[in-house]
């Protein structure tokens, strides 16, 4: 919880620099700091670069996961807001926290990415969907019975 909070935005200057989160309604959400987004930016850049090839038949979210982890930014970030916590944590339950917490990340984006596929094959499978045998008849007669211009 402690490593949470030192993710927690008290200043609500650095808030409205983020021109989407503050127009936003939020419901009680609370804003991040710098180092807090970077942890996700940098989780995002990852997953973005693993599933930017089609036609994708899976998602490998450890290997993005550890990609992640291992990242210079994500790690100094993620140090940064352990040492603003109040808890001083051994390396090996802190590492474990960073992978759980981009493990997550990675989880909940694969699924809405996931959703974001399925609908976009529906949408699809729509456009190319022909009408019914009978309006098609009745399209066709319809035209047959028209005068011909010569």
Do not use: C
């Not at 909070?5 to 700091?33: D, P, V, Y």
């Amino acid at each position: 919880m402690s490593l949470l909070m030192a993710g927690k935005e008290n200043e609500q200057t650095t808030i409205e620099s983020h021109q989407l989160t503050s127009k936003l309604s939020r419901a009680g959400l609370w804003g991040i700091t710098t180092r807090a987004q970077t942890l996700f930016q940098r989780t995002e850049k990852y997953f973005r670069f693993y599933t930017s090839n089609y036609p994708l038949t899976r998602i490998d979210i450890h290997e993005n996961m550890t990609k992640s982890t291992n990242d210079l930014e994500v790690l100094s970030a993620f140090n940064l807001l352990k040492a603003n916590s109040e808890l001083r944590l051994d390396v090996k339950v802190a590492m474990d926290v960073l992978q759980s917490i981009a493990g997550l990340y990675i989880r909940v984006r694969s699924f809405s990415f996931a959703k974001d596929v399925v609908q976009k094959y529906k949408i699809q499978s729509k456009l190319l969907k022909e009408k019914a045998l009978r309006k098609e008849i009745n399209r066709a007669s319809k035209e047959s019975e028209r005068p011909r211009q010569p």
